[in-house]
């Protein structure tokens, strides 16, 4: 939302409603800077928070984006004639010279989740000792980095050493979240329950660096906008990998999407601060809505020990814990192993960036439809639905039926989180981020099997007979399941 000044003096046009009186002058400032009225320099106001919001969530998405890069290399690594994957001379000179097989590549993926999961949770003790603001951005800049040195270890270096790079990325972007989380600490505090699962906060790693930015009025919208970041990655990664493959080379998907985590920091080095009071040129009226904000609505915790006992021998607690493990196990098996499955139906890398971007595309607009609005999906009918299509993708030979029931599976994947997320606060509003933080670590394992189990099952190379181990990979999770929504009834 931008907001034009009227005039020097900062008067809006008398043509102008109160309404629009009242939001502008919301965001009208002096600048607290040089403590003066800032209409002679600068005629626009973007509002910080909002400003604070979009970077965010950006990060997420160029995060997410990044994940998908291993993906679109291993269809080349493993194919039998992967100059039949690319389009461009420049492209099959550039192939990848490496002889890998899946099982190598499926514990490759795994590295990078374990290292995720060490840094995880110890990742909140240095939100505590740290600005969140300047461990997120750097933690990012640093994933970045190494995202560049990938290429360079997969050639010239080996197999090893490129696990132990991707097992670092791994540990730096496991302190995002973390940190995230740190910076929104308040919302957990400020909001009831029910606002809160309404709309959308479905874990800590996704309530993004709006700790002191957000107010009650506004936190929904902005934190459900930083969460389908998490979610957008995909759409952008996917096509963005493949063409780039494609056309130009494997290589230079690295480097794009580490040289865009680069460039996001520049910007969130200059216009991100950790609170509003220490930005120099946000609006004193922005400031002080978003401080009577907290003032009025923050709910203060102290002195209460944590009940790990209680938690720790509680079935509902558990319950939640396998179905986490259920949707980290589907989310990292497809962002890592879903170009591998669509290359095997003839698609070049180009087309299998497209068609693969096309089912979480209709996750997120599921999500901004059903969750962002508050609109609450039972959890075993969206299982169950999730189980079917797998179930139809088992006994599917053609690529246009492939991407039709994967996109179902895909998108019924959105509606499933709210269904039972909201467990965590039926259960103890005040130790909701104490949960969250418990069943997302556990849930982590599933996404470092996931990969593991089907580089094991689906062969060596990519060739019809190897859509038997994808039966077996789908079956298990139509079990993982089924399996889950069973642990919710009870």
């Given at each position: 939302?931008?907001?034009?000044?009227?005039?020097?003096?900062?008067?809006?046009?008398?043509?102008?409603?109160?309404?629009?009186?009242?939001?502008?002058?919301?965001?009208?400032?002096?600048?607290?800077?040089?403590?003066?009225?800032?209409?002679?320099?600068?005629?626009?106001?973007?509002?910080?928070?909002?400003?604070?919001?979009?970077?965010?969530?950006?990060?997420?998405?160029?995060?997410?984006?990044?994940?998908?890069?291993?993906?679109?290399?291993?269809?080349?690594?493993?194919?039998?004639?992967?100059?039949?994957?690319?389009?461009?001379?420049?492209?099959?000179?550039?192939?990848?010279?490496?002889?890998?097989?899946?099982?190598?590549?499926?514990?490759?993926?795994?590295?990078?989740?374990?290292?995720?999961?060490?840094?995880?949770?110890?990742?909140?003790?240095?939100?505590?000792?740290?600005?969140?603001?300047?461990?997120?951005?750097?933690?990012?800049?640093?994933?970045?980095?190494?995202?560049?040195?990938?290429?360079?270890?997969?050639?010239?270096?080996?197999?090893?050493?490129?696990?132990?790079?991707?097992?670092?990325?791994?540990?730096?972007?496991?302190?995002?979240?973390?940190?995230?989380?740190?910076?929104?600490?308040?919302?957990?505090?400020?909001?009831?329950?029910?606002?809160?699962?309404?709309?959308?906060?479905?874990?800590?790693?996704?309530?993004?660096?709006?700790?002191?930015?957000?107010?009650?009025?506004?936190?929904?919208?902005?934190?459900?906008?930083?969460?389908?970041?998490?979610?957008?990655?995909?759409?952008?990664?996917?096509?963005?990998?493949?063409?780039?493959?494609?056309?130009?080379?494997?290589?230079?998907?690295?480097?794009?999407?580490?040289?865009?985590?680069?460039?996001?920091?520049?910007?969130?080095?200059?216009?991100?601060?950790?609170?509003?009071?220490?930005?120099?040129?946000?609006?004193?009226?922005?400031?002080?809505?978003?401080?009577?904000?907290?003032?009025?609505?923050?709910?203060?915790?102290?002195?209460?020990?944590?009940?790990?006992?209680?938690?720790?021998?509680?079935?509902?607690?558990?319950?939640?814990?396998?179905?986490?493990?259920?949707?980290?196990?589907?989310?990292?098996?497809?962002?890592?192993?879903?170009?591998?499955?669509?290359?095997?139906?003839?698609?070049?890398?180009?087309?299998?960036?497209?068609?693969?971007?096309?089912?979480?595309?209709?996750?997120?607009?599921?999500?901004?439809?059903?969750?962002?609005?508050?609109?609450?999906?039972?959890?075993?009918?969206?299982?169950?639905?999730?189980?079917?299509?797998?179930?139809?993708?088992?006994?599917?030979?053609?690529?246009?039926?492939?991407?039709?029931?994967?996109?179902?599976?895909?998108?019924?994947?959105?509606?499933?989180?709210?269904?039972?997320?909201?467990?965590?606060?039926?259960?103890?509003?005040?130790?909701?981020?104490?949960?969250?933080?418990?069943?997302?670590?556990?849930?982590?394992?599933?996404?470092i099997l996931s990969p593991i189990v089907a580089g094991q099952l689906t062969g060596s190379k990519i060739v019809p007979s190897d859509l038997d181990g994808w039966a077996k990979v789908f079956y298990i999770t139509i079990a993982l399941?089924?399996?889950?929504?069973?642990?919710?009834?009870?």
């Open positions: 939302m931008v907001y034009m000044e009227a005039n020097e003096t900062g008067n809006t046009s008398s043509n102008s409603n109160t309404s629009a009186k009242d939001a502008s002058d919301l965001n009208k400032y002096h600048c607290r800077k040089c403590r003066c009225s800032c209409n002679g320099c600068i005629n626009v106001y973007i509002p910080k928070r909002y400003l604070t919001t979009f970077l965010t969530a950006m990060g997420m998405v160029i995060t997410y984006a990044m994940r998908t890069n291993l993906g679109f290399t291993a269809v080349m690594i493993l194919a039998e004639e992967p100059s039949e994957k690319v389009g461009t001379p420049d492209a099959r000179w550039n192939l990848p010279t490496v002889h890998w097989t899946t099982s190598m590549v499926g514990v490759l993926h795994a590295t990078f989740y374990i290292g995720y999961i060490l840094t995880h949770l110890p990742g909140g003790y240095l939100t505590t000792v740290c600005s969140s603001n300047r461990l997120y951005g750097g933690c990012i800049l640093f994933s970045g980095a190494i995202n560049l040195l990938v290429p360079t270890f997969i050639e010239d270096i080996g197999y090893n050493a490129t696990c132990i790079l991707r097992t670092i990325q791994g540990m730096s972007e496991g302190i995002i979240y973390p940190a995230s989380y740190e910076v929104l600490r308040y919302c957990s505090m400020i909001l009831s329950y029910k606002l809160i699962f309404f709309k959308g906060i479905i874990y800590p790693a996704s309530y993004g660096v709006l700790r002191y930015w957000s107010t009650s009025e506004e936190r929904g919208m902005l934190v459900s906008a930083v969460l389908t970041g998490c979610y957008a990655g995909a759409i952008i990664g996917f096509p963005l990998a493949g063409f780039i493959s494609h056309y130009i080379g494997w290589q230079y998907v690295f480097y794009v999407c580490g040289g865009s985590c680069i460039v996001w920091y520049m910007f969130w080095l200059c216009l991100v601060y950790e609170k509003p009071s220490h930005h120099p040129y946000i609006s004193d009226k922005e400031l002080d809505y978003i401080e009577d904000s907290h003032g009025s609505d923050c709910i203060e915790y102290e002195n209460l020990k944590t009940p790990w006992k209680r938690i720790l021998t509680s079935f509902p607690v558990w319950a939640i814990c396998f179905t986490t493990f259920v949707r980290y196990w589907i989310f990292i098996l497809m962002m890592t192993n879903e170009p591998y499955y669509l290359s095997m139906y003839g698609f070049t890398v180009a087309e299998t960036g497209i068609f693969g971007a096309i089912p979480h595309a209709l996750k997120v607009w599921l999500y901004s439809r059903h969750i962002v609005k508050g609109q609450i999906i039972h959890s075993n009918h969206t299982f169950a639905m999730q189980a079917l299509c797998y179930w139809m993708l088992t006994m599917s030979y053609q690529g246009g039926v492939v991407m039709i029931f994967l996109s179902l599976a895909i998108g019924s994947f959105g509606l499933s989180v709210a269904g039972w997320q909201i467990n965590h606060y039926d259960l103890s509003a005040r130790y909701a981020g104490v949960l969250v933080s418990i069943t997302s670590a556990f849930g982590t394992i599933g996404g399941l089924l399996s889950s929504g069973k642990f919710l009834i009870i």
